[in-house]
């Protein structure tokens, strides 16, 4: 017989994980307690760091007071702070912090020495204990260590900005000093060829008879120099000469407005800044206040004395102007005259008479270039090695902490918090993935192919005392409704209870569904088939002497073996004595059986048979295939779903019919589930009206029920 595959499209909504947590409540209570617990303890038995930081500013090199101003400096480098980061924890740093701190011996008083003294060792401790962090768009670097002593991070702190600045001035200074020393060696060879260029020149001058203007040397060169300062001296008259009397002949507005795009002079830039703003508080002024008024006066006086400022600033501008116009034109004429006069005696010089003389010439001024290039450089270099350089700064200095830093308590709590209850959520879900056990009604229908005809809940009791309460009473009528619209065509009233496993609720069912199909006036008959471990007659409160045993081995007949029982219209077959229910096993597939099943069917209105777990033994599906309908009872998150499927293929191949399911043992007020049944035991238990307790029952006679069936369907 064909089974319904489960279907794979389970689509989960957000009450389905509420439901797992709500459900294992107390795992997740569990693990969020220890959680809590055991951060609190390791939090409290660590030991106290402190932190301590330095902040310090690190550029690139040069000196504080700028000597030569054409000197060029480094860009912008972006790897530049980055590599000061990791130079700050290297060797050539933290090797003399921990000699100078003496930090071996620090830490071994305090009982927290090195597995050995080794000065590696101790570089990776403090390597660890040492944090640099850099501020963005700055040149700011922040320099944390930790430590168990506040006053030892603090010295840690402030000794490596020290180490660090003065490892930065000695290394460049190493390098510049190796710089001068070459330079050194190549100025004492280039002197010596600046000397035997000079000398030839010399000489060859005295022998050709080279002319001298003053006590220069004409040359092309002094030639060229000179026309070329002439022709400077002259651009620079026409240019000032234009740019005074273009100044002159603006008005005292405009000349505020163009001083300062022509001259940039901070004093200028200044008064018009001051003025405009006088200007916009008089503005201000006059829409709260009258002319008269001192803050009015106050203000014209203040922006009167700033224009009286200005203008005897540009006043002294322009007579600057006119000053430095007629120096260049004395300049002009200077230059004019020595032009013409070297012009003349280069007429001399351009005859071929001259021409080793010009080449010694330039050879000794090329050469002389060359020296003085490398001595001013050299100069320049001796100078700078000896301004004042700060590459590093020190912004902020460690102080010792008051408070420490780790471990923070509060921090700790909050994560442990978060921890713990995603860490219990976990395991609810990590053990809700493993449960393959049957949690809802729709792993029934999804996973069996079977309806659910009943839910019982985990606080319903036996009903054959009669103390139950109807909310009780309501679950097992519904079971019994559901069974009889089940039926189907057949309309059959025998019906084996069956399970997958032992304990699953079967034996508790009959009971309480015969009591249930007696209420409502049906003539009710209990089979205890289950040889080997029988309940029925404990639950029912009769003697098991003689039961189906006894009937098939032949030793009774069907009349004797049936005992009436405590409850009005239940009557009950035990499972008989211990002595022959062993023997009597192989006799339930035997003709007996079947001839009492079809017996019992017309004889009573229900017959209910009790059997042992399916997949146990087979007694079972033997007696499930002489009923033909049976119903399989599964406990609800016990035993892994796979066992109630193969408990119903084992049933279906042996020929029974498995009308549905019964969930029992459900937290009904626990598991959102199944919300509707806890709907109606809600409502019996908040508005059933009190009444006195039930009586007990009369047991009926002990005969036999007459053959005629009653129609339930009538009685519902």
């Not at 400096?73 to 060797?91: A, C, G, H, R």
């Not at 330079?183 to 060829?193: D, S, T, V, Y």
């Not at 070297?342 to 001024?365: D, G, H, Y």
């Amino acid at each position: 017989m064909e089974t319904n595959q489960p279907s794979q499209d389970v689509r989960l909504h957000f009450l389905d994980y509420w439901r797992v947590v709500k459900l294992r409540w107390p795992i997740v209570l569990t693990i969020f307690l220890l959680t809590m617990i055991t951060v609190a303890t390791v939090t409290y038995l660590q030991p106290r760091t402190y932190m301590a930081s330095v902040r310090i500013k690190v550029e690139q090199e040069r000196p504080t007071v700028p000597v030569f101003e054409q000197t060029s400096y480094p860009s912008y480098d972006p790897y530049f702070l980055q590599t000061q980061n990791e130079i700050l924890q290297s060797q050539k740093i933290l090797y003399p912090v921990i000699e100078r701190l003496n930090l071996i011996q620090r830490w071994a008083e305090r009982k927290e020495g090195l597995p050995v003294a080794s000065m590696d060792l101790a570089f990776q401790r403090l390597k660890r204990q040492i944090s640099i962090r850099r501020y963005r768009d700055t040149s700011l670097i922040e320099i944390a260590v930790y430590d168990t002593d506040p006053q030892l991070a603090a010295l840690i702190a402030n000794e490596t900005a020290e180490s660090f600045e003065r490892e930065r001035l000695e290394e460049k200074r190493r390098q510049t000093m190796r710089g001068l020393e070459k330079l050194r060696e190549e100025m004492a060879q280039q002197q010596e060829r600046m000397h035997q260029a000079q000398a030839k020149m010399e000489q060859l001058r005295k022998e050709l008879n080279v002319p001298v203007i003053g006590e220069t040397t004409l040359t092309l060169q002094t030639l060229q120099q000179l026309e070329n300062q002439l022709t400077a001296a002259r651009t620079e008259v026409v240019t000032r000469e234009t740019q005074l009397n273009e100044l002159k002949r603006l008005t005292p507005d405009q000349l505020r407005n163009a001083i300062s795009t022509i001259i940039n002079d901070p004093n200028v830039q200044s008064l018009l800044q001051n003025l405009t703003e006088a200007d916009l508080q008089l503005e201000k002024l006059k829409q709260d206040y009258g002319a008269d008024h001192p803050n009015m006066r106050t203000a014209r006086a203040t922006r009167d004395k700033l224009q009286q400022q200005l203008d005897a600033r540009l006043e002294g501008i322009l007579k600057g102007l006119e000053v430095s116009y007629q120096m260049a034109v004395v300049r002009l004429n200077e230059l004019q005259k020595q032009f013409d006069d070297v012009k003349n005696a280069s007429l001399v010089m351009e005859s071929e008479k001259f021409l080793p003389f010009r080449n010694a010439q330039r050879e000794a001024e090329l050469e002389t270039k060359l020296y003085e290039a490398i001595k001013a450089r050299l100069q320049q270099v001796s100078i700078e090695l000896e301004v004042p350089r700060s590459p590093v700064e020190v912004v902020d200095r460690a102080e010792a902490p008051l408070s420490y830093v780790s471990p923070n308590m509060w921090l700790n709590l909050v994560l442990g918090t978060v921890v713990g209850l995603v860490l219990g959520v976990a395991v609810c879900f990590f053990i809700e993935f493993l449960d393959t056990s049957v949690k809802v009604m729709d792993d029934v229908e999804r996973y069996l192919g079977l309806p659910v005809i009943g839910v019982v809940s985990h606080e319903s009791g036996p009903l054959v005392s009669g103390k139950a309460d109807l909310g009780e009473i309501e679950a097992y009528r519904m079971l019994r409704t559901n069974i009889e619209f089940s039926k189907g065509a057949e309309q059959t009233n025998s019906f084996a209870i069956l399970s997958a496993a032992a304990g699953e609720g079967k034996s508790f069912t009959t009971a309480n569904l015969a009591c249930v199909f007696a209420q409502n006036g049906a003539r009710v008959l209990v089979v205890d088939s289950d040889l080997r471990r029988p309940t029925m007659h404990q639950m029912f409160g009769v003697s098991h002497e003689v039961g189906l045993a006894d009937y098939l081995t032949g030793t009774k007949s069907t009349e004797e073996i049936i005992q009436p029982s405590s409850v009005a219209n239940v009557w009950i077959i035990t499972s008989g004595s211990k002595d022959i229910t062993r023997s009597a096993l192989p006799m339930l597939t035997s003709q007996r059986m079947r001839d009492l099943v079809e017996d019992l069917k017309h004889r009573y209105d229900v017959v209910l048979y009790d059997t042992p777990p399916v997949l146990v033994v087979s007694d079972a599906v033997i007696v499930a295939r002489e009923v033909g309908a049976a119903i399989l009872v599964i406990q609800h998150r016990r035993y892994p779903r796979n066992m109630a499927r193969r408990a119903r293929q084992v049933v279906e191949n042996a020929g029974a019919r498995v009308i549905g399911v019964v969930v029992n043992n459900i937290n009904i007020r626990q598991d959102d589930t199944y919300y509707y049944y806890h709907g109606y035991y809600d409502y019996y238990h908040r508005h059933a009206p009190e009444t006195a307790p039930a009586k007990p029952v009369a047991p009926a006679a002990a005969a036999p029920a007459p053959a005629e069936t009653i129609q339930l369907k009538d009685k519902y």
